[in-house]
């Protein structure tokens, strides 16, 4: 159901500065950066390594645009750190159904754009040991009949 | 120099009752046990993905064993959650020694055993924007002149 670790979302107050960091540092490059507005965040994806069910594993780095978004608030309370953890499937909405019939919540009734067209949803962190957890289907491995592929 | 993520580290109160909801909720089994008396903690690994440096991602769960240990500080501190992240490196000293060169505080004078015989050393949270970072090296991935096989 769950076949990688898609990602680790770390939320940072300056972007710039921080892939800067991860550059200097380890020598990890962006592989691509957006603005999701939905989510009030500016976000760069930094990839990692490739993963054996043929997708990716990346830090993806997060800076909100706006004081009312929740990685804004969450910054506020928590300082830069870790802010959610992602495990990639290739049917998220599958995976959400079956992890909301164990009693996880699930907080989007319908999953959301996530990074580079791929399309996430999130489990309440109280219902997860405290780790803000996230279902990810990228853009490249959703079933072919919803990928609209032949 | 730093070629996967290696694992997430998750503090968690209770060791077996966190290990049945990533079994339960998610389809995770538990690949390894073990206690590391000098970390002072009991821990799962639950093995997500291969990774294409030869490697794999893990969920890496850790109860502390006793009061003192810095886990059990950090858990009464912040509750549950994401305690730090590890990339892996087939060189942890040399990968050290760089990240140290580069102004990044390293926890560690020599590599410290870790999970499954992997030698393991730390950076400084506030040298890397709020995330304690490890680095490892597996045993199955070390040098061969370190690894005294061939």
Known sequence: M????DHIGIACFDLDATVEFYRATYGFEVFHTEVNEEQGVREAM??????????????????????????????????????????????????AETIGGRGVR???????RGSMGSRITFLHPKDCHGVLTELVTSATSAPEGESGGH
Not at 59 to 80: C, F, H, M, Y
Not at 106 to 112: I, K, W
């Open 46 to 95: 930094l990839r990692i390594n490739g993963t054996d069910d043929g997708g990716a594993s990346w830090i993806q780095l997060l800076e909100p645009t706006r004081e009312d978004s929740t990685v804004a608030k969450w910054l506020a309370k928590n300082g830069e750190g870790v802010h959610h953890i992602a495990f990639g499937t290739d049917d998220v909405d599958g995976a």
């Open 106 to 112: 699930v907080l989007y009734d319908e999953p959301r």
């Open 2 to 5: 769950l076949t990688r670790i």
